[in-house]
Antibody
Framework: EVEMLESGGGLVQPGGSLRLSCAASGFPFRIYAMTWVRQAPGKGLEWVSTISGGGDSTYYADSVRGRFTISRDDSKNSLYLLMSSLRAEDTAVYYC??????????WGVGTLVTVSS | DIQMTQSPSSLSASVGDTVTITCRASQGIDNYLAWFQQRPGKAPKCLIYGASSLDSAVPPKFSGIRSGTDFTLTITGLQPEDFATYYCQQYTNYPFTFGGGTKVEIK
């Protein structure tokens, strides 16, 4: 069974940093591109970043480029999102997700990040 | 960026009704279109991927169809657990983009 569990969320001050983790299981993690998506309170869904299988390529939303860094450790079946220079508008639930061109799309349960002083 | 225009933004329906939600892409996305259901306080769940493919765990009351750059989600025989917010998303080009959502409420 495919499972993804995010962790690392919490309260952080504006300008601060936070690292999110996503532990994946139930599928050959290393061959899949992995994605972060977020949802601000009461708002819609926003794609944040994707890293290719193997980690050679990364993609970012304009709203986070230069501040967020996506990475993966295939030996640990884990996905990460390092968030720096955080702003109030980064407050959201962050989900990790597995997308594939020809397969079901799996999402985790999310972790809440609150940026506030 | 590819824009996804989803309509309606909300609708009211009764138990047993059939409802239709549409999404239009601003350019061709082939079949790289997914539909998600989000119940209050819960994570989104994929209902349909590849425009019309259902996972085995998703009941066949949900169906998706593509016509060019127009995509439709149909839910037949609405049940109380189906009252939720539904989103479409294209995943052919970065940035992946979502529709604005459709809230399905009980009439």
């Amino acid at each position: 069974e495919v499972e993804m569990l995010e962790s690392g969320g919490g309260l952080v001050q504006p300008g601060g940093s936070l690292r999110l983790s996503c532990a994946a299981s139930g599928f050959p993690f290393r061959i899949y591109a992995m994605t972060w998506v977020r949802q601000a309170p009461g708002k819609g869904l926003e794609w944040v970043s994707t890293i290719s299988g193997g980690g050679d390529s990364t993609y970012y939303a304009d709203s986070v480029r230069g501040r967020f860094t996506i990475s993966r450790d295939d030996s640990k079946n884990s996905l990460y999102l390092l968030m720096s220079s955080l702003r109030a508008e980064d407050t959201a639930v962050y989900y990790c997700a597995r997308y594939s061109p020809s397969d079901y799309i799996y999402w985790g349960v999310g972790t809440l990040v609150t940026v506030s002083s | 960026d590819i824009q996804m225009t989803q309509s309606p933004s909300s609708l009211s329906a009764s138990v047993g009704d059939t409802v239709t939600i549409t999404c239009r892409a601003s350019q061709g996305i082939d079949n790289y279109l997914a539909w998600f259901q989000q119940r209050p306080g819960k994570a989104p769940k994929c209902l349909i991927y590849g425009a019309s493919s259902l996972d085995s765990a998703v009941p066949p009351k949900f169906s998706g169809i593509r016509s060019g750059t127009d995509f439709t989600l149909t839910i037949t025989g609405l049940q109380p657990e189906d009252f939720a917010t539904y989103y479409c998303q294209q995943y052919t080009n970065y940035p992946f983009t979502f529709g604005g959502g459709t809230k399905v409420e009980i009439k």
